[in-house]
């Protein structure tokens, strides 16, 4: 989900309304304009950018990783996010500070904000089918809204925690030819919640970063567990699998994610987890014991195969240990994930958690709101990819 001042822009768009309402704001209105025209060519508008940027400023260019194809798509993708959830405060202002906690690793400082921004109105002007006084200026209004809520939030993080986190690997368990389960002690306590996840570097490809969750509550011992499976053409998934060893430093970046428990709530947890998504989902359930709570705790384990069910004997050890604890394996000779949640319930008084594959997550969301489960009851951390493309 994140490269370099790429998500920095990334995030590039809106201006959060005065009020909230129904109606999309003023300003809204205009930069979804602009996005549904510039949505046929976004490959272009993106190479456009780049250019502009670069060319500007060349020295940023070093804050991007070498092969740029890795994240081509990642400029458009966060303008999407952000116009689709201009006029939703909380969600927007939530996600826009997570990328200006993040972009701290990268090396970003307040001073490059402005540049990514010209670059971005400059590609906007070339490319947009209408743009006149009243478009630009609602652009300059969200951007320059969108980079100080960023900018903030990298001031206020720099107060008490480190750009990033060394990391030592100090186990490597293959599960299967392409998934590893990998600990790691961190160089200095890395605090964050059951349920969310980091960005990781690997020494072998430099300034690539990906997220991976955390397979584990936090630890007494103050060890981080990841599930990684590894993708074809996945340079540091590959990495991770095949290449780490124990004795290995890697990079994380902050803590992130909004798929964390309410445990001021007794509502139950019905979990639906595919493949290496399953790891989170273990994460939530030692979170429910550890706070000694009683509440229901329903599972479904998604995978293509039994043998793909890598981590099935710890999450069944864990419904013998708590009986509020339910597990599902479900495999695609079985059904879909979705369409297995469907035959049991009733889920309305549940609050619904998703992590897994991308399709995973849209048919399972789609399934959740059909069987009554509101929308605000239902976490993933997948929003920048759930925006509708153009």
Request: charge should be negative; hydrophobic fraction near 40%.
């Amino acid at each position: 989900m994140t490269d370099a001042l790429a998500t920095a822009t990334d995030a590039s768009p809106p201006r959060i309304p005065p009020d909230e309402s129904d109606a999309p704001s003023p300003d809204a209105v205009l930069v979804r304009r602009t996005m549904a025209e510039i949505a046929p060519v976004a490959d272009r508008v993106t190479s456009y950018f780049y250019a502009l940027l670069f060319t500007h400023q060349p020295d940023l260019r070093a804050l991007f990783p070498a092969a740029m194809d890795t994240q081509r798509d990642r400029l458009l993708k966060a303008l999407l996010t952000a116009a689709e959830h201009m006029d939703d405060v909380p969600v927007l202002t939530e996600y826009l500070r997570n990328l200006g906690r993040g972009h701290r690793k990268y090396g970003t400082q307040p001073a490059h904000y402005p540049a990514v921004g010209e670059a971005l109105i400059g590609a906007l002007t070339r490319y947009a089918d209408v743009w006149d006084e009243e478009t630009e200026a609602a652009w300059v209004r969200t951007y320059t809204t969108i980079s100080q809520i960023m900018i903030d939030a990298a001031a206020e993080d720099e107060q008490h925690a480190p750009a990033w986190w060394q990391a030592e690997v100090v186990s490597h368990d293959l599960r299967t030819p392409d998934i590893a389960v990998l600990t790691l002690r961190p160089d200095q306590p890395y605090p964050f919640l059951a349920g969310q996840y980091t960005s990781l570097e690997t020494p072998w490809w430099p300034r690539i970063w990906r997220h991976y969750s955390f397979a584990s509550a936090p630890r007494p011992d103050g060890l981080l567990t990841l599930h990684v499976k590894a993708v074809p053409a996945g340079w540091v998934s590959n990495a991770l699998v095949h290449r780490a060893r124990p004795g290995d430093v890697l990079r994380l970046g902050p803590p992130a994610g909004s798929m964390t428990v309410d445990h001021s709530s007794d509502s139950g947890l019905l979990c639906l987890g595919g493949g290496t998504g399953i790891a989170p989902i273990k994460a939530l359930v030692e979170d429910v014991a550890e706070h000694g709570d009683r509440r229901r705790v329903e599972v479904f384990y998604g995978a293509r195969s039994g043998h793909d069910l890598y981590d099935i004997d710890t999450m069944l050890r864990l419904q013998k240990t708590f009986p509020w604890l339910a597990v599902r394996p479900v495999t695609e000779d079985q059904g879909r994930l979705p369409d297995a949640v469907r035959q049991y319930g009733p889920w309305a008084e549940y609050d619904a958690y998703l992590s897994g594959p991308l399709g995973m997550i849209r048919s399972g969301v789609d399934a959740l709101r059909g069987v009554g489960i509101p929308t605000d009851r239902i976490r993933h951390d997948f929003l920048t990819e759930l925006v509708p493309q153009g």
